[in-house]
């Protein structure tokens, strides 16, 4: 399967195509503000090619979530450029922001969010249903994805019947079933024993491989940061070290 | 894309059972509870009006003494006589007709039946008046007037109670102490303005009954007439000077009589009745208020998972519009739908108490209307603004929204 779709027809078209496929220019994020300012992000720069396989490291509150969600386009910088393919994301409008992550970006959240009372199957094919599928190819690729996870058989569970681990494998369904260009995931094994995260790492380590998914993952387990090819690591809202997995930093 | 929000709305009325049922619940409960309170009296006014109109048009009741109804302060007030309504048709211009009368209860006996009822003495002007038509027979003529014969015409409930399936005309009554034959058998009117049957009555020449009965020459009341309904005051008027004259009333003295036109009737009785369906009605508005801030507080207490919902829904691609539309669509199906079952109700709980109270059934679209448009947007209101604030978020604020 392809990962790269044609860009919707509301989004600017993007650059030459030999440029990054992410590139963050001196990012930086502000929350609050006067006394009760706090600078999460202070000038990250950072270029993802298509194809790799990151993972970001770092300690608690270094500002690995708050970077994942301006590249998940679920939030704007403060300041500095958030490029996607040659296209200037801080410069688009709500909707365009809203088209990108329909038709490029798979977000797994660190705490699920999934919606409630609502059955695995139909959180999976959610995203479907905004890119206007039929439901026929909605439930197959829905199941597909859930088949992926091996939750197959718990399709008709709503979240509240579902342990933790098996939620954050939903989660991972879903944001997958679209195929997406990127696949950022904040602490996808954050809730799982260790069998699974082995698991759901071999699971990312499959889609980057055999589809062509870029994917960003947040860890702070060396042990599936070592799935990643190359790794890089936060402190105090900056890029401190970005090296390819197996160098020393 | 309607088609897929409607699908979207459909889906999510589904997952939350319980917060559409209430909301429905509290849709249903007000907007019948007004509709039924409102029909209902809608009716119950119907009923009056309906009496008032078979009261007679442009009738004007002339008593002695002053106020009309129970406790009525006629002791002392001298009576009036035939004479005083003789004068009356003569002098004064625009009458129709009328009709001095005296009423007595009794208990009439025809073979093997009795029956309490009440005799009312006129004239044959009475039936003029009073807008009675018969059902059969004839009315006394001027002659049987004339000579007090015993003769009388008799309301339905009363041929009922006393001949069941055998016929009235020519069947002689017992009234007390002599018998009376039955010439005439009057339409059925049915229950009048104060609830009282007024098929239940017999009619006979005044002079009859003040022979027989009463043993003096007191009329009670004057029924009068008028021809030109817009000329009903200057008649009372009229009336009031003449008898005034007649009664040797002084300047300074008050009337000892009192003159009242349907018209004053039909304002108290309906005014009674009007002041009772608005009761009702404001009983059901308070019950459409309750509903309403029972949905008022489903919808916001559900308000934190619904941005959350909003929040997933952003971030996993949807516009802004989208979900607006999809909150839009659920909130408008389930108050439509509240409404739809609303109407349903009060429509089968009318007709029902209807039938009990014995008013008639009225549809009124008005009311309906009103009740399902403000109870629809409560429910639109309370459902799709909350949303349409969370909708505006940025998708990492709704999903953080506690
Ligand atoms: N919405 C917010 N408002 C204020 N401060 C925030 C908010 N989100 C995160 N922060 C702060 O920003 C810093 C970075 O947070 P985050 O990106 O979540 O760190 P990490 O994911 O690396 O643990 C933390 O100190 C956190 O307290
Ligand atoms: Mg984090």
Redesign the interface.
Same mark, same amino acid.
């Given at each position: 399967m392809n990962a790269t779709p044609s860009p919707p027809a509301p989004l600017p078209s993007a650059g030459e195509g030999n440029e990054s496929l992410i590139e963050l220019r001196d990012v930086t994020k502000t929350y609050g503000q006067g006394t009760a300012e706090f600078q999460a992000l202070r000038g990250v720069n950072l270029r993802i090619e298509p194809g790799e396989f990151v993972a970001v490291m770092g300690p608690s509150g270094s500002g690995k979530s708050t970077a994942m969600?301006i590249l +998940?386009c =679920?939030?704007?910088p403060t300041s500095g450029a958030y490029v996607f393919r040659g296209l200037h994301v801080e410069q688009l409008s709500?909707?365009q922001r809203?088209?990108l992550?329909?038709?490029y970006?798979g977000?797994v959240?660190q705490g699920f969010? =999934? =919606?409630?009372?609502?059955t695995a199957l139909?959180n999976v094919e959610?995203?479907l249903?905004?890119? +206007?599928e039929p439901r026929v190819a909605r439930h197959a690729r829905a199941r597909e994805a859930l088949d992926a996870v091996g939750l197959r058989q718990w399709e008709k569970h709503t979240p509240a019947e579902l342990s933790g681990g098996q939620q954050q494998r939903v989660a991972i369904a879903?944001a997958i079933v679209t195929s997406p260009t990127i696949l950022l995931a904040d602490e996808p094994t954050g809730n799982l024993d260790t069998q699974r995260s082995h698991e759901i790492m071999d699971l990312l380590v499959a889609l980057n491989r055999d589809r062509g998914i870029t994917v960003l993952m947040v860890t702070h387990e060396p042990d599936m940061a070592r799935y990643a090819k190359r790794i890089i690591h936060f402190l105090d809202g900056r890029v401190s070290s970005d090296h390819r997995n197996g160098e020393k930093p | 894309m309607f088609l897929?929000s409607l699908l979207?709305a459909l889906?999510a009325i589904r997952?939350?059972l319980m917060r559409s049922f209430l909301t429905i619940l509290g849709i249903v409960i007000g907007v019948s509870a007004v509709i039924t309170m409102v029909t209902l009296g809608n009716g119950a006014t119907r009923v009056v009006s309906d009496q008032i109109a078979s009261l007679g048009s442009n009738l004007v009741m002339v008593r002695p003494g002053q106020r009309l109804g129970p406790g009525r302060d006629s002791a002392g007030a001298p009576r009036f006589k035939v004479s005083d309504a003789e004068v009356i048709q003569t002098q004064i211009s625009g009458l129709n007709a009328v009709a001095p009368s005296t009423n007595r209860s009794v208990t009439v006996v025809y073979g093997a039946n009795n029956w309490s009822t009440a005799i009312t003495g006129s004239t044959d002007a009475y039936f003029t008046v009073g807008n009675w038509r018969l059902a059969g027979g004839r009315v006394f003529t001027e002659s049987e007037q004339r000579a007090g014969k015993a003769v009388c015409v008799i309301g339905e409930t009363v041929r009922r109670e006393l001949f069941g399936q055998l016929p009235a005309l020519g069947g002689e009554l017992r009234v007390s102490n002599f018998s009376c034959e039955v010439i005439g058998v009057l339409a059925s009117k049915g229950q009048s303005a104060m609830g009282m049957d007024q098929d239940d009555t017999i009619v006979m020449p005044l002079r009859t009954l003040q022979r027989r009965l009463t043993g003096n020459q007191d009329v009670n009341t004057i029924l009068v007439s008028v021809v030109d309904s817009s000329r009903t005051d200057q008649v009372m008027a009229d009336l009031r000077s003449l008898l005034r004259e007649r009664r040797k009333i002084a300047a300074s003295e008050d009337d000892n009589f009192s003159i009242l036109d349907t018209r004053q009737i039909a304002e108290t009785l309906t005014g009674t009745t009007k002041v009772m369906t608005m009761l009702l009605g404001a009983v059901a508005a308070v019950s459409l208020l309750v509903g309403g801030i029972g949905i008022m507080n489903i919808m916001l207490v559900s308000v934190t998972?619904r941005t959350?919902?909003i929040? $997933?829904?952003?971030? $996993?691609?949807?516009?802004?519009r989208?979900v607006l539309l999809q909150f839009l669509v659920e909130a408008v199906a389930l108050s439509a739908l509240g409404g739809i079952i609303g109407i349903i109700l009060a429509t089968l709980a009318s007709i029902g108490l209807a039938g009990v109270m014995q008013v008639p059934f009225l549809f009124d679209p008005a009311i309906n209307l009103l009740a399902f448009l403000f109870s629809a947007a409560i429910g639109v209101i309370f459902g799709y603004f909350p949303a349409r604030r969370a909708a505006r978020l940025?998708? $990492?604020e709704a999903?953080r929204h506690e």
């Amino acid at each position: 399967m392809n990962a790269t779709p044609s860009p919707p027809a509301p989004l600017p078209s993007a650059g030459e195509g030999n440029e990054s496929l992410i590139e963050l220019r001196d990012v930086t994020k502000t929350y609050g503000q006067g006394t009760a300012e706090f600078q999460a992000l202070r000038g990250v720069n950072l270029r993802i090619e298509p194809g790799e396989f990151v993972a970001v490291m770092g300690p608690s509150g270094s500002g690995k979530s708050t970077a994942m969600n301006i590249l +998940g386009c =679920l939030d704007n910088p403060t300041s500095g450029a958030y490029v996607f393919r040659g296209l200037h994301v801080e410069q688009l409008s709500r909707n365009q922001r809203a088209l990108l992550r329909r038709y490029y970006l798979g977000f797994v959240f660190q705490g699920f969010n =999934l =919606l409630a009372r609502t059955t695995a199957l139909e959180n999976v094919e959610l995203p479907l249903v905004y890119r +206007g599928e039929p439901r026929v190819a909605r439930h197959a690729r829905a199941r597909e994805a859930l088949d992926a996870v091996g939750l197959r058989q718990w399709e008709k569970h709503t979240p509240a019947e579902l342990s933790g681990g098996q939620q954050q494998r939903v989660a991972i369904a879903r944001a997958i079933v679209t195929s997406p260009t990127i696949l950022l995931a904040d602490e996808p094994t954050g809730n799982l024993d260790t069998q699974r995260s082995h698991e759901i790492m071999d699971l990312l380590v499959a889609l980057n491989r055999d589809r062509g998914i870029t994917v960003l993952m947040v860890t702070h387990e060396p042990d599936m940061a070592r799935y990643a090819k190359r790794i890089i690591h936060f402190l105090d809202g900056r890029v401190s070290s970005d090296h390819r997995n197996g160098e020393k930093p | 894309m309607f088609l897929s929000s409607l699908l979207l709305a459909l889906r999510a009325i589904r997952r939350n059972l319980m917060r559409s049922f209430l909301t429905i619940l509290g849709i249903v409960i007000g907007v019948s509870a007004v509709i039924t309170m409102v029909t209902l009296g809608n009716g119950a006014t119907r009923v009056v009006s309906d009496q008032i109109a078979s009261l007679g048009s442009n009738l004007v009741m002339v008593r002695p003494g002053q106020r009309l109804g129970p406790g009525r302060d006629s002791a002392g007030a001298p009576r009036f006589k035939v004479s005083d309504a003789e004068v009356i048709q003569t002098q004064i211009s625009g009458l129709n007709a009328v009709a001095p009368s005296t009423n007595r209860s009794v208990t009439v006996v025809y073979g093997a039946n009795n029956w309490s009822t009440a005799i009312t003495g006129s004239t044959d002007a009475y039936f003029t008046v009073g807008n009675w038509r018969l059902a059969g027979g004839r009315v006394f003529t001027e002659s049987e007037q004339r000579a007090g014969k015993a003769v009388c015409v008799i309301g339905e409930t009363v041929r009922r109670e006393l001949f069941g399936q055998l016929p009235a005309l020519g069947g002689e009554l017992r009234v007390s102490n002599f018998s009376c034959e039955v010439i005439g058998v009057l339409a059925s009117k049915g229950q009048s303005a104060m609830g009282m049957d007024q098929d239940d009555t017999i009619v006979m020449p005044l002079r009859t009954l003040q022979r027989r009965l009463t043993g003096n020459q007191d009329v009670n009341t004057i029924l009068v007439s008028v021809v030109d309904s817009s000329r009903t005051d200057q008649v009372m008027a009229d009336l009031r000077s003449l008898l005034r004259e007649r009664r040797k009333i002084a300047a300074s003295e008050d009337d000892n009589f009192s003159i009242l036109d349907t018209r004053q009737i039909a304002e108290t009785l309906t005014g009674t009745t009007k002041v009772m369906t608005m009761l009702l009605g404001a009983v059901a508005a308070v019950s459409l208020l309750v509903g309403g801030i029972g949905i008022m507080n489903i919808m916001l207490v559900s308000v934190t998972e619904r941005t959350r919902e909003i929040g $997933i829904r952003l971030a $996993i691609g949807a516009l802004e519009r989208e979900v607006l539309l999809q909150f839009l669509v659920e909130a408008v199906a389930l108050s439509a739908l509240g409404g739809i079952i609303g109407i349903i109700l009060a429509t089968l709980a009318s007709i029902g108490l209807a039938g009990v109270m014995q008013v008639p059934f009225l549809f009124d679209p008005a009311i309906n209307l009103l009740a399902f448009l403000f109870s629809a947007a409560i429910g639109v209101i309370f459902g799709y603004f909350p949303a349409r604030r969370a909708a505006r978020l940025d998708p $990492i604020e709704a999903l953080r929204h506690e």
